[in-house]
């Protein structure tokens, strides 16, 4: 099992352009998730997924976008790249809440991304 | 709003030492609490979760407490060692939050030898 993976590692952007942060879970997860991290902010929701054709908005969701077509995908997609997106983006799994809690959320390796 | 709190910020210790570190959480209302580990420019390594029924999970040296109607967790590392160094993160899954983790900014850790 590959568990979550995420493409690319690393990517320097210039303000303006726009790219794709890959995210992909081999566990048949239903529920997906997008989160950054930022130094003195921990770790803030973005996005999340319970399921291929739903998608709701977490804390922080201006300025992306996402779609989840299939169950193994959660691509997040930057529209137009600011500095203030400068951050680390990591991509989450999880079973559903049912089964009494025990399904821990699994996490990516992350995306470090700076624009310029 | 619901909140998550780590204590201390960093904690330096030489090996061997038995060490807690401390989560406290604003809503007992809570689904699980999650450990993790984060390594210097690395991802998130999920450590022990804790269901809202349990009042304890354990995986090797290391041993998590629950305790909701205080909001507050500690995480035990026994015998510790200087690969233990790392941030260690709690993370709550508020029962009314639906799937989103609420993290604490973590407690630094440094074991020297």
């Known amino acids: ?116 | 709003k619901q909140e998550v709190t780590q204590i201390p910020a960093a904690l330096s210790v030489p090996e061997g030492e038995n060490l807690v570190l401390n989560c406290s959480f604003t809503d007992s209302a809570i689904y699980n609490l999650q450990w993790f580990r984060q390594d210097p420019g690395k991802g998130l390594t999920s450590l022990l979760l804790i269901q809202s029924s349990q009042r304890e999970q354990t995986s090797g040296r290391l041993n998590a407490s629950l305790d909701k109607s205080s909001g507050r967790s500690t995480l035990y590392i026994a015998a510790s060692q200087p690969g233990d160094s790392a941030t260690y993160l709690c993370a709550v899954l508020f029962s009314n939050s639906g799937y989103a983790l609420n993290f604490g900014k973590g407690t630094s850790l440094l074991v020297t030898p």
Not at chain 1, 12 to 21: A, R, Y
């Open chain 1, 1 to 116: 099992n590959a568990g979550v993976t995420q493409t690319p590692k690393f990517q320097v952007l210039k303000t303006g352009q726009s790219m794709t942060l890959q995210c992909a879970q081999d566990m048949n997860h239903e529920y997906m998730s997008w989160y950054r991290q930022d130094p003195g902010m921990g770790l803030r929701l973005i996005h999340y997924s319970v399921g291929a054709g739903i998608t709701d908005q977490g804390e922080v969701p201006n300025g992306y976008n996402v779609s989840r077509s299939t169950t193994e995908d959660f691509p997040l997609r930057l529209l137009s790249a600011a500095p203030s997106q400068t951050s680390v983006y990591f991509c989450a799994s999880s079973y559903s809440k049912t089964g009494g809690g025990n399904q821990p959320q699994h996490f990516g390796d992350g995306t470090r991304l700076s624009i310029l």
